[in-house]
């Protein structure tokens, strides 16, 4: 009797996070979206994202990435080869945003093969992000599981002292 009680108040007590995060997407055209910055090898484009969130899109010939906020994306990036994708899902409470997940095509070398990656960023309101962690874009249900992880990590990571969870 007592397992079905802690059951129950552990589900009760979990309902109100569940029930309050919810998605909304942007979809970019990074071609498309005002360029900031460039060298010879990259360019750098600022898109608005959810909420007045800046989008920084990093696009070089072999490979591409994204950060959230005034200061883009502080911290490790995903290393390899990679590619992102358009459409930024913003996970929010109380109509701010917390995370945002965006697909990547992830690979060891500039030719390929890719995989899919559902990457999960932490967004520090509109100032900065970084990376939670990851979720093959290939798993069942990817992208409940990268909900999921923006849901019970992103909120409480600290840029600065988490690593990232690869799943």
């Known amino acids: 009797m007592r397992l079905t009680i802690?059951?129950?108040?552990m589900f009760a007590a979990a309902a109100p996070c569940a029930q309050a995060a919810d998605s909304a997407y942007t979809k970019?055209?990074?071609?498309?979206?005002?360029?900031v910055k460039a060298d010879e090898d990259?360019?750098?484009r600022r898109c608005e994202g959810a909420a007045g969130i800046p989008i920084f899109y990093v696009g070089a010939e072999d490979s591409s990435s994204v950060g959230f906020g005034e200061n883009g994306l502080s911290g490790e990036g995903l290393g390899d080869f990679t590619f992102?994708?358009?459409?930024?899902?913003?996970r929010s409470a109380g109509g701010a945003p917390?995370?945002?997940?965006?697909r990547y095509d992830v690979g060891k070398s500039v030719s390929g093969p890719f995989r899919s990656?559902?990457?999960?960023?932490?967004?520090?309101?509109?100032?900065?992000?970084?990376?939670?962690g990851g979720v093959d874009g290939a798993?069942?249900?990817?992208n409940a599981l990268a909900r999921d992880m923006?849901?019970?990590?992103?909120?409480?990571?600290?840029?600065?002292?988490?690593k990232s969870a690869q799943q």
């Open 84 to 90: 992102a994708k358009n459409v930024v899902e913003w």
């Open 117 to 132: 990656r559902l990457v999960v960023y932490k967004l520090d309101g509109a100032k900065a992000s970084c990376i939670v």
């Open 42 to 44: 990259w360019i750098a």
């Open 6 to 9: 802690a059951s129950v108040l």
């Open 150 to 162: 923006a849901d019970r990590k992103a909120r409480a990571f600290r840029c600065s002292e988490g």
């Open 98 to 102: 917390y995370a945002a997940i965006l």
């Open 28 to 35: 970019h055209d990074w071609e498309k979206c005002p360029q």
């Open 139 to 142: 798993s069942q249900n990817a």
